[in-house]
């Protein structure tokens, strides 16, 4: 089979290579469903992503479950899997890719000194590792990406010889990973330059730049790698993965988009799907997006000082390098109330970028209803918080809040009568707390016992107002895994008892699974 990605990409053209699902779950408390994985899948094909990772097949029956049904659903970008240098991990990788219409296999391992000390290969040992597992890799999918995991802090004879090795073997990607966000932008374009003008046969493949955010310069190493010559850039939306996480994919779109007269490079990206994308990953994975984020940020296009304002009124470009529009923001804010119908909402849910079948709009404007009913009007945000609520707190939970009441004073505990269904059979009980909060939680707990701890309690209000709804996110843990639950209710309280109660349905899941222990890039 021949695919068109294989081939030297055109000068003027970057490709983007998102790894929300692999890299981006990474982070602690990041796990996601199968169909949560499904439908960022499919956004991100729909808004011209180029090559998806879908995930680490080796590293669990569910990640190698989740990139399969990738594979067999994808329309239009390249399917990864990532995989060890061995051939069970590439073994199993393909089993998982091949499904895909166009599939690529991406192997790895570290190659700087330190890294090298890992598995205990001298230098010639791992060069001779590279060459066969690439060579196998290459034998089942013509469409290889190698990475020589810490490139950054590998010695740059052994990097170019390495990178040449892998090219022979059949790669036709090389990632250069920052792996652990050590570099600057200068040193990031230097590599990707001299391993151009050096290694032969460079010029036939692709190369890429993986870089992480541990200084906060992942964006500008990825478009200094551009500049250098690189032409793929690995992402995640929001910026999310392990640690400081990894170069956004908002950030480098907007800024190939808005600076093109330096940077004159396209991508395929269609960037008014970039906040839908935002607002999914950001439900799913449980992170909120930081207010003041580039792009997508809520502030990212607000404007309080008197002096920006008066200038925006004049001419938007006075104090706006974008439109609010460009990545999918809507102008207007406030046109629902209680009288709203259930054409209007499916409409303006429409322009938030959330298409809603009848079954799930009957769910929605129930909901709708009875938030108008609480609230005089229901902004944008409100609505994005109520389907975030909605596809956060499902119908089939094993745990659901049925009803909770809470009686708080100031001259002593507070008390919170809870009663939860438990597997559909529901279960009433009070407790006593030290707050309101902790009262709910108590009563969690003396229903569903748990060793989790409590690693993240979060508030933060959706919109102004007294009456504002707000979104609330808690973190557990328990015997090493981490999940992050979160909901939205204009009772706070309320609030915090589902997120909790979310939390727990994602620890049940996660017992319910064994993974085996997996190294990763």
């Known amino acids: 089979m021949t695919d068109a990605i294989q081939a030297p990409v055109p000068q003027d053209r970057v490709l983007i290579f998102d790894t929300t699902l692999r890299d981006g779950e990474q982070s602690p408390g990041a796990t996601m469903t199968l169909e949560e994985k499904l439908q960022i899948a499919t956004l991100l094909d729909e808004m011209g992503v180029d090559i998806i990772e879908a995930g680490f097949p080796i590293a669990s029956d569910g990640d190698f479950e989740a990139v399969t049904a990738i594979a067999r659903q994808t329309r239009s970008a390249v399917i990864c899997g990532l995989a060890r240098a061995n051939f069970k991990d590439i073994d199993r990788c393909w089993e998982a890719v091949r499904h895909a219409k166009r599939p690529r296999i991406h192997t790895f391992i570290g190659t700087s000194p330190l890294h090298r000390a890992i598995p205990n290969l001298d230098m010639d040992q791992m060069a001779e590792r590279i060459h066969e597992t690439v060579s196998h890799a290459r034998n089942l999918c013509d469409n290889v990406q190698w990475s020589p995991m810490d490139a950054t802090r590998t010695e740059h004879d052994y990097l170019c010889r390495t990178v040449e090795i892998a ?55 990825a478009l200094a790698a551009v500049e250098a010559g690189a032409r793929q850039i690995e992402c995640t939306i929001n910026g999310l993965g392990e640690r400081a996480g990894n170069t956004a994919l908002e950030e480098v779109v907007m800024a190939l988009r808005v600076r093109h007269d330096i940077m004159p490079y396209t991508t395929g990206i269609d960037t008014t799907r970039i906040m839908q994308a935002s607002r999914l990953v950001a439900t799913v994975s449980g992170f909120p997006v930081q207010f003041n984020k580039a792009i997508v940020g809520k502030n990212a296009f607000a404007h309080e000082s008197g002096i920006h304002q008066d200038g925006m009124l004049k001419n938007a470009e006075t104090f706006e390098i974008m439109r609010p529009e460009h990545v999918g923001l809507n102008a207007t804010s406030l046109v629902m109330g209680k009288h709203s119908g259930r ?104 229903i569903v016992p748990n060793d989790a701890r409590l690693m993240l309690y979060q508030v933060h209000a959706v919109t102004e107002g007294m009456d504002a709804q707000a979104t609330v996110s808690v973190r557990l843990e328990e015997g090493g895994k981490i999940v992050t639950g979160q909901s939205a209710d204009t009772d706070t309280i309320v609030a915090s008892t589902k997120a909790y109660v979310n939390a727990l349905n994602k620890l049940m899941v996660r017992r319910l699974k064994t993974a085996p222990e997996a190294q990763t890039a």
Do not use: W
């Open 167 to 221: 090219i022979k073997a059949g790669a036709t990607t090389i990632n250069i990973p920052d792996t652990v966000g050590y570099t600057a932008p200068r040193e990031s374009a230097a590599l990707i330059r001299m391993l151009i003008e050096r290694v032969p046969g460079a010029d036939e493949i692709t190369f890429a730049t993986h870089c992480h955010n541990d200084l906060g310069m992942a964006t500008a190493n």
């Open 343 to 446: 054409a209007a909402l499916r409409s303006k849910l429409a322009e938030l970028g959330y298409t809603v079948g009848d079954n799930q709009l009957a769910d929605v404007f129930v909901r709708f209803k009875e938030l108008a009913d609480r609230k005089k009007e229901v902004y944008d945000d409100d609505l994005v918080a109520l389907m975030q609520d909605t596809d956060t707190n499902a119908a089939n939970d094993r745990i659901q809040v049925r009803r909770l009441r809470v009686v708080c004073g100031t001259d002593g505990p507070q008390t919170a009568e809870l009663t939860l269904a438990v597997e559909g059979t529901e279960h009433a009980t009070s407790a006593i707390g030290d707050g309101p909060v902790d009262a709910a939680f108590k009563a969690v707990q003396s």
